[in-house]
């Protein structure tokens, strides 16, 4: 009840006028922050969207897209080891503590150790990653090796990516600041200007460099989009950074003592990708082909998923400090029962419409085989949707605890033990088996980290909205029959514009299903999406 009152009593500007919920300088509420980060990434994820159908038309799947998807994973692995998520993780709940005690200048001092002690390791790592790119390419992509000019051109690729990560990583310590203050609208920018880069790079420069346009403008677009604007935003605040190397100094160390497991513990979130390309290499456009699936997985995911997660760390953090444990219990659970069900309705909407779905993405070299390859591994991972989504939930509020060790010793065991399951789905069922695997996978992860929540008594499992829950699963049950009954009825997949009106009414039908089921069954999810309580 607490939390609702605060929300409410830090918000009211925004409610009184629209465009000042869009202020540079303004704060949010865990609502009206979700808001926006919601709308930010439906403008990006349509961006994507973009991206994906021109990147798919101008190289299809084969070896050059295969190639370009290859090379973001070493300099993902760089981020994740030597900054494991800890920028925007550990540093906000280290900032919020400086913040509670009114000791601002103690955080910014915090803030400067912190980030330039560390660009100097990751610069390190940069330069050690650019050296053995191509050592690396081989050993993690299995079906390159037998092809040199694959390997070169991925490895090249890579060299331009990796330098990124240090954008990523000052982008995400300034974020870190911003958050602590409640302030999201240049986070919210920050993806809307990566996929933008991306998109103009292959514009431009497709026809002169080919395929590696598109690392020319993830360059571009990171640098723009997270270290520029978020630099930006943070010395708009007022932020007072001195370049200070203190690899000794105390501010520095407890950063590091919360951010070490996540910087060598293991996640499932990140190895999923790892895995998939892996085995995916094996077949040519195979990784193209599940990134696809991916990444259109993703779009929705993205707006129910990591928005409403990096909206709400700030807040479970600032409950937690204050000692607020059963609110911290109530919101967690809250977030998660309301998450999974808004996951449920609209995994029923992807499942149904997938093959309608993937033929938007038909055109130029990604021709009909491949969107209806793309379709069935589509539906695979659209079944995990929800449970996608919460596990991010429940990781920050681990985090939010100043808890990193468990989350992390719990990533790495479902991570080792998941290895064989990867390889022995792929080996039987192919590419299927390894969306199956990506299932299983992420599904052990979440269910262990809401036990261990339960079991440290931090998130009570009795406080989920049972009732709710099978409110949004009845409704999704429905959504979905009608959705495919009403498809059923309209043009099956052929022409773009039949696709988009197969989609266009057939959502409709599953809208009104899913609206009129909640609200005959007395669920108050509508009202939770339409209006703020």
Known sequence: MHANKESISSDTTPRRNLFAFLRPSATHSAFSATLLLMLSTVLSGVLALVRIKYINSLFGAGVAQDAYRAAFKLPDLLAYFLIGG????????????????????GGDRALSVILTTMLLVLGLGVLLAEIFAPQYVLLANKGFRGDPAKVALCTTMTRIIIPAQLFFFIGSVMSSRLQVRKIFLYQAFT???????????????HRQLGVTSLAIGVFAGTFVGSAVLNSLGAFRTGLRYRPIIGFRDPAFLEWLKLSLPLMIGVSLVMFDGIFLNYYASLRDGGITLIGNAKDLFNAPFNVIGPAAGAASLPFFASLFQQKRIADFSHSVSRSVSRLFSVGMI????????????????RGGKFNRTDAAATTHLFRVLAITLAIWAVQGIYARAFYAASNTRTPAITGTLITLISIPIYATLFHTFNLEGLAIASDIGILAQTASLAYLLHRKGLVDLHHLEFAELGRAFLAALLAFAATTAAAHFLPPVSTHPKDILTIATASIAWGITAYLTLTAVGSTLPNQILRRK
Do not use: H, Q
């Open 191 to 205: 993806p809307i200007v990566y996929n933008a880069g991306i998109i103009l790079g292959a514009v431009f420069l």
């Open 86 to 105: 800890a920028a925007s993780i550990s540093l906000i709940t280290l900032l919020n503590r400086y913040r509670e005690s009114g000791d601002e200048e």
């Open 346 to 361: 609209v995994s029923a909407w992807m499942i149904a419409l997938a093959p309608w779905l993937m033929d938007l993405f």
